[in-house]
């Protein structure tokens, strides 16, 4: 058996599409290639040479070659998925590249999807000390992995949550009400929960508004401020979302 790679035998093989096409997010592009083994000997093929085609929109290919790890018998032909990964900040759009098999070169579409994606460090924030209107701050680190520009959004309030609050609401309606029925006790712990919960939390990013590009890191200044009904003697959480992450706080009363 001999084996084909991006250096040495490919010379053996045909590819039948006039262009292959890959599409999706930087991270992992997809599509087919149809190929045959033109000899009478079986054929393992382990990898194919990609090339740059020279157009205008570069991009960053993680590898020069597409990676199959299969076996052709003479004159069999297979359709077979190829992968390319490319660097995550790559701008949305079609790109170029050609593949050499066969001593015919095939025209490679590179279609990059439009992706957001975010990371923020840390997403758990513990602070100490309950009181009314206290603020509490902490430094977030920000980073755009996508390949779309991400404007910091604007957060105006977060909900305040007393830990123990859904157990005591729960409990004393059960006490209250438990022996007239599921209706009843429910009614009367939609009332406990209305009657312990604080008001919203006030949340402040300095950074709000700004424009972060595909591949730069800031650092958000982050600013919780609690509503003025909290208790001093119970501890808080709540939560804070910016895209899909989601910032978690804890504040024990002491």
């Not at 998925?81 to 070169?105: D, N, W």
């Not at 939609?190 to 990013?205: C, D, F, P, R, S």
Request: hydrophobic share 35%; glycine share 6%.
């Amino acid at each position: 058996m001999i084996t084909v790679t991006a250096n040495s035998f490919h010379d053996k093989l045909q590819i039948h599409d006039e262009e292959i096409i890959l599409n999706g997010p930087p991270s992992s592009l997809s599509g087919q290639i149809t190929i045959s083994n033109r000899e009478d000997e079986t054929l393992f093929i382990r990898d194919l040479p990609v090339s740059d085609a020279g157009s205008e929109r570069q991009m960053q290919m993680k590898s020069q070659h597409f990676r199959l790890l299969t076996s052709l018998k003479g004159g069999e032909e297979k359709v077979l998925r190829v992968k390319q990964q490319v660097a995550p900040s790559t701008p949305p759009g079609e790109y170029e590249s050609s593949i050499r098999v066969g001593g015919v070169e095939k025209r490679i579409k590179m279609i990059v999807q439009p992706k957001i994606k975010v990371n923020i460090y840390p997403l758990n924030l513990n602070y100490s000390g309950v009181q009314g209107h206290s603020a509490y701050e902490s430094q977030l680190t920000f980073s755009n992995t996508g390949n779309m520009s991400f404007k910091i959004p604007e957060i105006k309030h977060a909900n305040a949550f007393d830990e123990d609050f859904l157990c005591r609401a729960t409990s004393l309606a059960i006490r209250e009400k438990g022996n007239e029925g599921y209706i009843a006790t429910m009614d009367q712990l939609t009332k406990n929960v209305h009657k312990e919960m604080a008001g919203w939390a006030q949340i402040y990013l300095e950074e709000s508004g700004r424009i972060v590009e595909p591949g730069e890191t800031i650092q958000l200044h982050f600013k919780l401020t609690l509503p003025e009904n909290v208790d001093p003697s119970r501890d808080y959480f709540g939560s804070v979302r910016i895209w899909k992450k989601v910032i978690s706080y804890h504040i024990k009363s002491h």
